[in-house]
């Protein structure tokens, strides 16, 4: 055994040294008869695995990979573990094949497949082809139009489509920035009194959607108040509280609703409450606008 090792050490030396001389006498090999010396590898395996890619495929991939770095690559794998992957082949068969194929039979008898050496190519084409972007195909205001005072902020909101596309990012235009000056966040504010078009662009694919912004003398707002102030309710019925803002033409009639105790009854922005259990609460209504408060009692029997 010793012997046999040394002498297939011998082999792969010299092998190594003369690369140029053993892939000139590559290219005297028939054809036809280099194939039929690839198919003494297990069926099973070499040809299921090489089967996959179109013969001049196999050889484009082959051949990408610089000489140096083939070198690089079987200098990895351990000496013991070349050694127990050679002895498997008869000595004679071993010589054959290493003649025959030069460097890529040297990379297939030392099995690249399960090595990892010749799968590496195959693994990052198939990585490539799983990673798939997904287009914008659609965008939409979820404002039909919008106004606001001098010196007020608002912040637009779009839709964007599909749900999962992969670039949702967006370009910001006013078509009278001294009127409406919009931030590359999708907020406005009004500078003076008049109207601009607000234009949010996709970067993917450059879909565009519009929307009307007019600016007005700011009213401020100066009260709020509730159409009810105290409600009974039973588990799991609802109301509808309405919040008047005073005047009718203040500029900013945003209000925010807040229950004082949402395990009893809880309420959402549009000011619809629901009794979730017995007890009591308090449904409070606030104007963004100067922090004006209403109040409702909830009773939940």
Known sequence: MRRLLRKIDELIRITALRLVDVLRRTAEVRRV????????????????????LRRSDVFRRIAVLRRSDAFRRIAVLRRSDAFRRIVVLRRSDAFRRIV??????????????????????????????????????????TDMA?????????????NIYPEDATDKS???????????????????????????????????????????????DSVKVTGVKLNKKS?????????????????????????????????????????????????????TVKTKDGKYTAKCKITVK
């Open 33 to 52: 008869d280099a194939f039929r010396r690839i198919a003494v590898l297990r069926r099973s395996d070499a040809f299921r695995r090489i089967a996959v």
């Open 100 to 141: 025959v194929l030069g460097l890529s039979a040297l990379l297939l008898a030392c099995d690249p497949f399960e090595s990892g050496i010749g799968s590496t190519v195959i693994a990052s084409t198939e990585s490539d082809s799983e990673a798939e972007t997904v287009s914008v195909t659609g965008i939409e205001f």
């Open 146 to 158: 919008v106004t606001i005072g001098v010196g007020q902020n608002y912040q637009l909101q779009v």
């Open 170 to 216: 967006l370009t910001w235009k006013s078509t009278n920035s001294s009127v409406v000056l919009v931030s590359q966040s999708g907020v406005v504010t009004g500078k003076k009194k008049g109207a601009a078009t607000i234009d949010a662009i996709t970067n993917d694919g450059g879909l565009s959607a519009s929307v009307r912004v007019t600016v007005t």
């Open 231 to 283: 409600k009974t309710l039973k588990v799991g019925k609802s109301v509808k509280l309405k919040a008047t803002v005073k005047p009718s033409k203040a500029t900013n009639k945003a209000v925010t609703w807040k229950s004082s105790n949402k395990k009893v009854a809880k309420v959402d922005k549009s000011g619809k409450v629901t009794a979730v259990k017995k007890g009591k609460t308090v449904i």
